[in-house]
């Protein structure tokens, strides 16, 4: 059986590869969100935005490299099948910014 974590992760690990992911440009498609852009850069608040250059999240950054062994942070390096998603996971889950995920 899997556990609701696993399946929160392989969720939010679907939702940032078809970047179907909550964040603003996103949820402005359908009127969820009053502008798509990141409330601090005032640019579109993608998944590239949020994973590998929003200053609001520089230490998750830190940690991202820290963990990867590498300051080369790509969506490639983090969300391909072949990768860990273990370090994109816990970004999500350090960032706090989605709570209701189980990560
Ligand atoms: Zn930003």
Redo the contacts with the bound molecule.
């Keep these: 059986m899997t556990s609701l974590s696993e399946a929160s992760q392989c969720s939010v690990l679907t939702q940032l590869r078809t970047t179907h992911f909550a964040l603003n440009a996103y949820l402005y498609r359908f009127r969820l969100a009053p502008s798509p852009d ?4 005032l ?1 579109p ?1 993608t998944v590239p ?2 994973l590998l ?4 999240y520089r230490r998750q950054h830190l940690d991202l490299i820290r963990h990867l062994g590498t300051a080369r942070l790509s969506l490639c390096r983090l969300l391909a099948a072949k990768s860990d998603p273990k370090p994109a996971l816990a970004f999500v889950r350090d960032t706090g910014r989605f709570p209701r995920y189980s990560l």
């Design positions: 990141c409330v601090l850069c640019v608040e935005h949020y250059c929003c200053p609001l």
